[in-house]
């Protein structure tokens, strides 16, 4: 069986990523209705929100400079990795790496520029409907992105003696967050652990020709 080109490999990445990315998405929009959560175990729930802002949930600028932020950084990525798969010293992986934060990015940028007009804003206990009649919630680039993973791991009270935090609720992991977020962030730790030093070498790495193509 022949081995996957570099840029193949990149391809299949981000393709693979955002088609399961979007199809998550559209799954509990329009079979959830915002703010419902399923507990799947004690630890892991699906539960429907959306936002305005950055990975998480947070809140970060407008709306429109959000938007407009992501696209120019989905572009710088997809010439960096097309740079990366011309340059035989980058591997394989870390080159997959890079791919999943452009998939990542490219994920919530479909929730913002398109979700506002392919989605209704249904009342708070009923979903929304993909292509509605009466056209969607909001303009193009003013999409919410869909966020429905929530890993309450586990939660305590600070014990009262505590400073300033005694008496209060802590729980782990609060934010939910969606699968284009994990894939950036998969990506971005996997780099740091493990291909970090691909990121500032200059030396030549030795691959096979089907890895230089």
Do not use: H
């Amino acid at each position: 069986m022949k081995k996957l080109s570099r840029g193949q490999l990149a391809t299949l990445v981000i393709l693979a990523v955002i088609l399961l990315d979007q199809c998550v998405k559209i799954a509990v929009k329009t079979n959830m209705y915002l703010g419902e959560s399923i507990d799947v175990t004690s630890w892991f729930k699906i539960a429907f929100i959306e936002n305005n802002g950055a990975a998480f949930g947070m809140e970060l600028g407008s709306k429109l400079f959000l938007t407009i932020f992501r696209i120019i950084a989905s572009v710088v990525l997809g010439y960096a990795i097309y740079y990366l798969c011309k340059r035989p010293r980058y591997t394989m992986g870390f080159i997959a790496c890079v791919a999943l934060i452009e998939a990542g990015a490219i994920g919530n940028i479909i929730d913002c520029m398109f979700y506002g007009i392919i989605f209704n804003a249904p009342s708070p206990t009923e979903v929304a409907v993909l292509f509605p009649e009466g056209g969607g919630y909001a303009p193009f680039f003013y999409g919410r992105v869909v966020d429905m993973l929530y890993f309450p791991l586990f939660s305590f009270y600070w014990p009262d003696w505590m400073p300033v935090v005694g008496g209060e609720y802590f729980e782990f992991f609060r934010p939910i967050f969606n699968i284009a977020d994990s894939a950036i962030c998969v990506g971005v730790a996997i780099i740091l652990l493990f291909y970090y030093k691909q990121l500032a070498s200059d030396e030549p790495k030795e691959t096979t020709p089907a890895e230089n193509k």
